[in-house]
């Protein structure tokens, strides 16, 4: 029996339809996608969102953070597309892989609260629904980085050493050399963060946005480790990455905003409605509308049936009038009578 000593890489990562090309890294990025609208919409309308919100902000939300996520690895690793070597026309081929994460984060926000706004409902409460998503969304998107043998971590001996082409090889590494899989160990890290902070929002009701901000604890968390090991061009600052130090600022952002959103929000009711766009306050008029109609009608339905029973008992009471009308009428015809024929004696 043969142990697996390392992990192949896959030979190819684009496969032609006649002429149209089918790249692995937009297939991943697509299923990711699908994946977190999926469980988006399962949470989001379980809080009870509209049913048809995630799709409607996944059409702006998903652009934007496209473009946001390119923007910044074009800013973080710029000398590939404007160094000696470089070329700015290579901006646009993200098919090629190429998006940080620290960029489509803020950027697709922006482009949920403009979708959100215009339906009148609250971000915070979204973002809490979309967090599990977005990091199994971030794990299955890693697969296009493994198809494009990219961003692989240091050399290593560990049994789970990746293999990598050795047209895809750093300079100075010799052929047959394995480095760590940091496309899995991200992977795995944020399917497990997707459950705990899943766990923890049900195990300590978290809402008004921590789970957001929790997500982005658990995923800096996890890249500081991660983007320690990768060994890809990258900017330096102070002999560290610049996505190390991203990492850490952000880390320490989200938990300022998780602890100081509790301690503001301690008691407080989440709606998901902006001030007065409620649906309620709309609907409100038609309901009361609806309700007084079934209400007259009830009413009226009542005073028939009043009136009906009312009617016999009436007619009891005419007819006991009546009876006894005729009864004086007969006593007293007959005291006539008889004081007659007393006269006629």
Sequence with gaps: MTVLASIPSPPESVWYLGPLPIRAYAIAIGLGI?????ILDR??????????????????????GIIGGRLYHVFSSPDAYFGPDGNPARIIEIWNGGLGIWGAIPLGGLGAWIALRRRGLRLAPFADALAPGLLVAQGIGR??????QELYGAPTTLPWGLEIDDRYLRPGYESGTLFHPTFLYEMLWNFAAAAFIIWAQRRFQLKHGRVFWLYVMSYTLGRVWIEYLRIDEAELVLGLRLNVWTSIVVFLVA??????IGRRTRGVPETLWLPGREPAA???GDDD????AEADGVSRDRDEDEDATARPGESDAAAERGATAE???????????????????
């Design 34 to 38: 699908l994946a977190a609208w999926w």
């Design 327 to 345: 009864s004086d009428g007969v006593a007293e015809r007959g005291a006539t009578a008889g004081k007659a024929d007393d006269d006629r004696h």
């Design 143 to 148: 697969l296009g980085n493994y198809f494009n």
């Design 289 to 292: 509308g609806e309700a007084g």
């Design 255 to 260: 938990l300022t905003f998780f602890v100081v």
């Design 43 to 64: 949470r989001y309308t379980a809080k009870g969102g509209p049913p048809d919100t995630a799709i409607d902000v996944a059409v702006w939300m998903v652009p934007f």
């Design 282 to 284: 709309d609907d409100a």
